[in-house]
């Protein structure tokens, strides 16, 4: 069989590593020898049975692979006089796969450096002795790899730990703590950004503003627990009424405000009627003795930005005072900003 070239060498070498490595099997001197035969097809016999006993599920542990290397590997001594020579080679091509493999740690590639220069000033070194400096050598690399990787793993859960603190803080810093819903600030926030969109495109924007009626005297007739349900109520429905990029936000007290994107003052009258209804014909109960309590209603102010010309103050105010209009008129009711009252 023709001796393989020096670049063939090299990359049987890497093959090898890598072929270790997969099956997670140590990279001993005998372990490599066996590898690297198997890799160069230095013996078609010994490819046959590694193969049969991959198939066959057998476990590459060091009896077979001492069984393996004392059939298919390892020489006579009679009529083989070079044996160190050859040994020493292996060793050599056994460092400079792992030298490869060692990535950007100095600290070990300078040990395995100097094991090859050993090795090749020193006709009469003592295989046995660097073959165990080798194992050493690749132990404390892999042990030191392994730390990294867990350091590495310890350090991605942390970030996630954190990442996810941060994703918390900044939901529950946007949050209404009573209701879930979202606060004034992010109402502001989110306000200001569809306003820019309009601006930009074109499109509706409309808002509700919505006040529960009569909630000071349901609070002091029925106490402050009650009224923190009859809140939360009122908030699960305005959820449940909604729909797509619509914002739903406790704009203050027992006031709240909804955001409707893409629609029209027509449509936001039809889906604040749509709103009022669901809340009236809600009945209330303790949820500690199934008492009811009654009903509660609300009162909703619509308006429309008018892009090119509105403010985010102007805005406000019209729904504002169409919500005034709605509760002086008796209350439970839908007032649009240009006077039209849902029937």
């Known amino acids: 069989m023709t001796a393989p070239s020096y670049s063939q060498t090299c990359e049987f ?59 298919y ?42 094991h090859i220069g050993t090795l090749e000033k020193a006709a009469d070194q003592d295989v046995t002795v660097l ?5 050493r050598a690749a132990s404390a690399l892999r042990e030191s790899s392994e730390q990294m990787h867990q350091r590495l793993d310890a350090s991605r859960k942390e970030v996630e730990g954190l990442k996810q603190h941060l994703i918390r803080a900044t939901n529950e810093a946007q949050r209404d703590f009573l209701t879930g819903l979202f606060n004034r600030k992010a109402l502001d926030k989110m306000l200001d950004e569809l306003i ?22 349901f609070n002091d007739t029925h106490g ?15 959820t449940e009424s909604l729909k797509g990029k619509d914002v739903v936000a406790r704009f203050g007290g027992e006031e709240f405000a909804v955001l409707l994107p893409s629609t029209n003052i027509d449509n936001a009258v039809t889906v604040a009627e749509s709103i009022r209804r669901a809340i009236a014909g809600k009945e209330l109960k303790r949820r500690d003795t199934g008492e009811v309590v ?49 029937a």
Request: glycine residues 6%.
């Open 131 to 135: 073959a165990q400096e080798i194992i």
């Open 13 to 71: 070498a890497e093959t090898t590593i890598k072929q270790l490595k997969r099956r997670d099997i140590f990279p001993t001197p005998i372990n490599y020898a066996l590898w690297y035969n198997y890799v160069s097809c230095a013996s078609f016999a010994l490819v046959d049975e590694i193969d049969k006993a991959e198939q066959q599920g057998v476990r590459f542990d060091e009896g077979m692979s001492n069984y393996l290397y004392n059939k």
């Open 73 to 114: 590997v390892i020489h006579e001594e009679a009529g083989h006089n070079d044996g160190k020579t050859d040994a020493r080679k292996l060793l050599t091509d056994i460092l400079t796969a792992v030298n490869t493999f060692s990535g950007d740690n100095q600290q070990y590639r300078d040990q395995i450096n100097e």
């Open 224 to 238: 402050h627990l009650i009224g923190d349900e009859v809140l939360k109520m009122v908030a699960k429905l305005l």
């Open 196 to 217: 820019a969109f309009t601006e930009e495109h074109g499109t509706a924007l409309s808002l509700l503003m919505i006040d529960v009626d009569h909630f000071k005297k």
């Open 294 to 342: 009654g009903s509660v209603s609300v009162s909703i102010g619509v308006a429309s930005y008018h892009p090119g010309s509105d403010t985010v103050p102007l805005f406000l105010k019209r729904a504002d005072d169409a919500l005034y209009v709605s509760k002086n008129k008796g209350r439970n009711r839908v007032t649009a900003e240009s006077g039209k009252k849902a």
